[in-house]
Nanobody, 113 residues
Framework: QVQLVESGGGLVMPGGSLRLSCAASISIFRGFNMGWYRQAPGKQREFVASVAPFGITNYADAVKGRFTISRDNAKNTVYLEMNSLKPEETAVYYC???????WGKGTLVTVSS
């Protein structure tokens, strides 16, 4: 069964940090780009970051310098380290695999005081 399972979301104060994790089935992880998207209430889903199989990364301009995407190829897991979070970054964060356009169910990140 192909799956992506996100974890690590929660409530954080403005300026705080969170680390998201996404555990993937091996068939859609090994050899494929992995990434994170987010969807805020009332807005379209948007790209956040991606990482290629051997570590080349790409980021949305809005998160450059604050977010770090990484992957552990031995654990079939991709991570998103988020720092200096802003209230407008409250959203459901989704893990994505380009190995067939698979999506996780998402994890909610709420940035609020």
């Amino acid at each position: 069964q192909v799956q992506l399972v996100e974890s690590g979301g929660g409530l954080v104060m403005p300026g705080g940090s969170l680390r998201l994790s996404c555990a993937a089935s091996i068939s859609i992880f090994r050899g494929f780009n992995m990434g994170w998207y987010r969807q805020a209430p009332g807005k379209q889903r948007e790209f956040v970051a991606s990482v290629a199989p051997f570590g080349i990364t790409n980021y949305a301009d809005a998160v450059k310098g604050r977010f770090t995407i990484s992957r552990d190829n031995a654990k079939n897991t991709v991570y998103l380290e988020m720092n200096s979070l802003k209230p407008e970054e409250t959203a459901v964060y989704y893990c994505h695999s380009w190995g067939g356009d698979y999506w996780g169910k998402g994890t909610l990140v709420t940035v609020s005081s």
